[in-house]
T-cell receptor, first 109, second 115 residues
Framework: EDQVTQSPEALRLQEGESSSLNCSYTVSGLRGLFWYRQDPGKGPEFLFTLYSAGEEKEKERLKATLTKKESFLHITAPKPEDSATYLC??????????FGQGTRLTINP | GAVVSQHPSWVICKSGTSVKIECRSLDFQATTMFWYRQFPKQSLMLMATSNEGSKATYEQGVEKDKFLINHASLTLSTLTVTSAHPEDSSFYICSDVRREQETQYFGPGTRLLVL
């Protein structure tokens, strides 16, 4: 059974304090790993897609990396507006996504 | 800007009534759309896959007669919660699949409260 586990469940950082979020997965035949950002009461907002081990993608203060077993979302010098829940999902087949539980990130000014 | 819209954004109804939620794919002809449900502080759970011109495919444990899905056009899928009960109160989110990168883009969600 395809499974996605995110850690930590919640993370509090001071503004400017860099850190990483983890997404561990077990899937038969990974077709893609996706990162989304979700603000309270809103739908997920697409951030990145990673397809193969060793791949990296960047967007502003965020960088996503992928290995054969896990993905990291690195956040560099975060700002309060980066506070959100970050969701990781894997696609194994038939376009279906399996989501992790998310990491609630809070950046204090 | 937004690529998927939902209507309404929130709805309150009495127990036993039916509620229809619309999901529109903007600037794209989506042959496949997805419906998810999200309970407070939990992640998204896939309910069903909506296929244009054919029957929806439901995930295990999701009652197809309770959650009616219609995908009558390439830009519109609807989810009808029939005979809603308080336990159906949740945040319902739809998505479409853009062929490039097979990426799902999500709507803003519909919050349903059944009294």
């Amino acid at each position: 059974e395809d499974q996605v586990t995110q850690s930590p469940e919640a993370l509090r950082l001071q503004e400017g304090e860099s850190s990483s979020l983890n997404c561990s997965y077990t899937v038969s035949g990974l077709r893609g790993l996706f990162w989304y950002r979700q603000d309270p009461g809103k739908g997920p907002e697409f951030l990145f897609t990673l397809y193969s081990a060793g791949e990296e993608k960047e967007k502003e203060r965020l960088k996503a990396t992928l290995t054969k077993k896990e993905s990291f979302l690195h956040i560099t010098a975060p700002k309060p507006e980066d506070s959100a829940t970050y969701l990781c999902a894997v696609q194994a087949g038939a376009q279906k996504l399996v989501f992790g539980q998310g990491t609630r990130l809070t950046i204090n000014p | 800007g937004a690529v998927v819209s939902q209507h309404p954004s929130w709805v309150i109804c009495k127990s036993g009534t039916s509620v229809k939620i619309e999901c529109r794919s903007l600037d794209f002809q989506a042959t496949t759309m997805f419906w998810y449900r999200q309970f407070p502080k939990q992640s998204l759970m896939l309910m069903a896959t909506s296929n244009e011109g054919s029957k929806a495919t439901y995930e295990q444990g999701v009652e197809k007669d309770k959650f009616l899905i219609n995908h009558a056009s390439l830009t519109l899928s609807t989810l009808t919660v029939t005979s809603a009960h308080p336990e159906d109160s949740s945040f319902y989110i739809c998505s479409d699949v853009r062929r490039e990168q097979e990426t799902q883009y999500f709507g803003p969600g519909t919050r349903l409260l059944v009294l």
